[in-house]
């Protein structure tokens, strides 16, 4: 069984830039998987930040966007702020939706 | 405005049943494909299953860990989704989520629900 694999915690400096990566188990990540991002704060429900890709979910800040690097799905924040902590999903469709295991980020 | 609303949640004894339900509001639910989305306490988020439109035959499916367990319908008249969750095991415990995924060839979750508790516990 194919897992998808995120960086368990990650931080940051405020106004800094960070990528968090989505990747496979076995085999590289591509558009085709239609790569998704979302970010959960304690207590609530997820919010869509980025779908197929690179297209930003209506609302969400030109700061964060998405890409493919190397093997890798991948979410950039770019000028982090203090309530970018939070975790983030990476989800991709592989004939049924596979959620990665979130990555949290710490803006410190 | 596009609106979900789980309701259903509480406690149950390990091996009893359980109904959850997801009001939809603010679009055309017979369109869509809906899922439900669980994270247990302190960890991640794991897809649950989901049910297909009318177009699709309102075919289902679901995550291994609770097929043959847990059955989810649709009723497009009330803009309800339900999740039948039978023989639960403590490892159920969680919070619930349904989500709307979106149209067209994007298979992402463009809304969700605020979620609802389900503790398994004795």
């Not at chain 2, 899922?35 to 699709?56: C, F, I, S, Y």
Request: hydrophobic share 30%.
């Amino acid at each position: 069984q194919t897992v998808v694999t995120q960086e368990p915690s990650f931080s940051v400096s405020p106004g800094g830039t960070v990528t968090l990566t989505c990747g496979l188990s076995s085999g590289s990540v591509s558009t085709s998987y239609y790569p998704s991002w979302y970010q959960q704060t304690p207590g609530q429900a997820p919010r869509t930040l980025i779908y197929s890709t690179n297209t930003r979910s209506s609302g969400v800040p030109d700061r964060f966007s998405g890409s493919i690097l190397g093997n890798k799905a991948a979410l950039t924040i770019t000028g982090a702020q203090a309530d970018d902590e939070s975790d983030y999903y990476c989800v991709l469709y592989m004939g049924s939706v596979v959620f990665g295991g979130g990555t949290k980020l710490t803006v410190l | 405005e596009v609106q979900l609303v789980e309701s259903g949640g509480g406690l149950v004894q390990p091996g009893g049943s359980l109904r959850l339900s997801c009001a939809a509001s603010g679009f055309t639910f017979s369109d869509h494909y809906m899922d439900w989305v669980r994270q247990a306490p302190g960890k991640g988020l794991e897809w649950v299953g989901r049910t297909r439109n009318k177009a699709n035959s309102y075919t289902t499916e679901y995550a291994a860990s609770v097929k043959g367990r847990f059955t989810i319908s649709r009723d497009d008249s009330k803009n309800s989704l339900y999740l039948q969750m039978n023989s639960l095991k403590t490892e159920d415990t969680a919070v619930y989520y349904c989500a709307r995924m979106s149209s067209g060839w994007t298979y992402y979750f463009d809304y969700w629900g605020q979620g609802t508790l389900v503790t398994v516990s004795s």
